[in-house]
């Protein structure tokens, strides 16, 4: 992926920040860079690695991050027919105590698995097979009912990838390989450290000295953490999930998923906190809402390394870090590094200009009553619609045009339905709005006998 520079200023405070972190957090090696439009547009590193400062090729441990990639692979699969988010796990892993829970509740962590295996800890010993640790799982590792809320779950992704091996036919590390690394570019992401790569090390609380942590393959467990990358290759992973590398006509990530399946990824599927939730989950996709920006991505965090991964797909814009340290880290650094970003170089909106337009689309758009209620229709690119309250309040949404002459929803409200247009009147899934407050000349169910006092 080639590097587009920004300027010297915007470097330098990128820099400072990212240098300021390592310092005050003690961190042994630090990277970062910053994405934009498809391409790196920044990278730092602070620490040495074998001493030498690390470079966009040095290998950090992604932890957890390797579960997005499964989950993308997860979604290939419901793409192509082979399994449905609704299916229950029993379909395709026959025998299991984990048969009631559908796929959509392992991807989005609300099956009420517990969050480790019942096993030694995972992260620090060597992994046993899957057909092992499918057997310990039993009715006692269900600490929540399925559906019921969020919690996290690094058995639920041990299980996805023993489903998309089982389906493919092959391991899960290798469908991963063939279907989500190679494609975008990704060659240095490997299972097992590679030259050059960081060793990682706790940092002893009171002391200037540091430990190393052992380093093992994880088995059964890998889908929820075994993979080594480098800040190169998750560059391309932000810009892939910034929506730079989908569809057919996409260039180097092109055919690894639509835009319409990755933008189902990035939906919050559960929230951790509330209705003004700021951090939530989608499908394989860890989600935040921070300082007005709705990131998709995913950390990483095990004994001796931690990382994270975001991108804002409105502004295009991704980022990321890799350290080799087991904790300490603030917190803040991607979206410090964001606010950096955008405070030096603040994204220009898209020019307007003018389009041409069906006469028949044109003369439906203005002001619509749903009852007494005014809305809005507007004509979007493309032949889409938006309707959306007058006032506040109320239930704005926008469709999609469809080949047998209605519109589809797709956000809000009506998500979903069906909207069709006559002359008089609007039937948004049975409501009928009309031109003017209860129009009696339009089929308005339940009549309308005129205005009184």
């Not at 990824?265 to 003004?276: C, F, K, L, N, S």
């Not at 041409?356 to 003369?363: E, F, Q």
């Not at 005014?374 to 493309?382: K, T």
Request: charged share 20%; glycine share 12%.
């Amino acid at each position: 992926m080639t590097q587009d520079a920004v300027r010297e200023a915007t470097a330098r405070a990128l820099l400072r920040r990212l240098a300021v972190e390592q310092a005050e957090c003690r961190v042994p090696s630090l990277t970062a860079a910053i994405v934009r439009d498809g391409r790196t547009a920044w990278f730092g590193a602070r620490g040495r690695v074998e001493g030498a400062p690390p470079t966009p090729a040095t290998q950090y441990r992604i932890r957890s991050i390797t579960k997005s990639m499964v989950a993308v692979v997860v979604m290939r699969l419901r793409d192509e027919g082979a399994l449905r988010l609704s299916d229950p796990l029993e379909e395709h892993l026959p025998g299991t105590a984990l048969g009631r829970l559908s796929i959509a509740q392992l991807l989005s962590h609300t099956s009420g698995l517990a969050a480790e295996p019942p096993t030694a800890w995972w992260e620090r010993t060597p992994g046993m097979p899957a057909a092992e640790l499918l057997e310990r799982l039993g009715p006692q590792e269900f600490k929540h009912r399925p559906g019921r809320r969020f919690h996290y779950s690094n058995v639920g992704f041990a299980v996805l990838g023993e489903l998309v091996a089982r389906l493919r036919g092959t391991t899960w590390l290798k469908a991963v390989q063939a279907e989500v690394l190679d494609p975008l570019g990704m060659h240095d992401t490997t299972a097992r450290p590679r030259a050059p790569h960081a060793t990682g090390y706790a940092v002893h609380p009171y002391a200037d000295v540091v430990l190393a942590e052992p380093e093992h393959d994880a088995g059964a467990m890998g889908p929820a953490g075994q993979l080594w990358s480098t800040p190169g290759d998750l560059a391309r992973w932000a810009a892939f999930l910034a929506g730079e590398g989908t569809g057919e006509a996409a260039g180097e990530g092109g055919g690894v998923l639509s835009g319409e399946t990755l933008a189902e990824m990035r939906e919050p599927a559960a929230v951790e906190d509330g209705d003004a939730w700021s951090a939530g989950m989608g499908l394989g996709l860890q989600l935040a809402r921070v300082s007005g920006r709705r990131l998709a991505g995913h950390t990483g965090s095990m004994p001796g390394f931690q990382a994270a991964v975001w991108a804002d797909p409105a502004d295009r814009d991704g980022v990321l870090f890799l350290a080799n340290t087991t904790s300490g880290l603030s917190g803040s650094l991607t979206t410090d590094l964001l606010d950096i970003l955008h405070e030096y170089e603040p994204r220009l909106p898209d020019e307007w200009e003018p389009v041409a337009a069906d006469p028949a689309l044109l003369a439906l758009t203005g002001v619509w009553y749903w009852g007494p209620r005014p809305y809005r229709l507007r004509l979007l690119p493309d032949r889409a619609l938006s309707l959306e309250p007058a006032a506040s309040g109320g239930r704005p949404s926008r469709f999609v045009p469809q080949d047998d002459g209605t519109w589809l929803g797709l956000d809000g409200y009506h998500a979903g339905e069906t909207l069709r247009a006559a002359a008089d009147h609007l039937d948004l899934n049975t409501f009928v709005f009309t031109r003017t407050p209860y129009d009696p000349q339009a089929p308005v169910p339940g009549g309308v006998t005129g205005w009184h006092a």
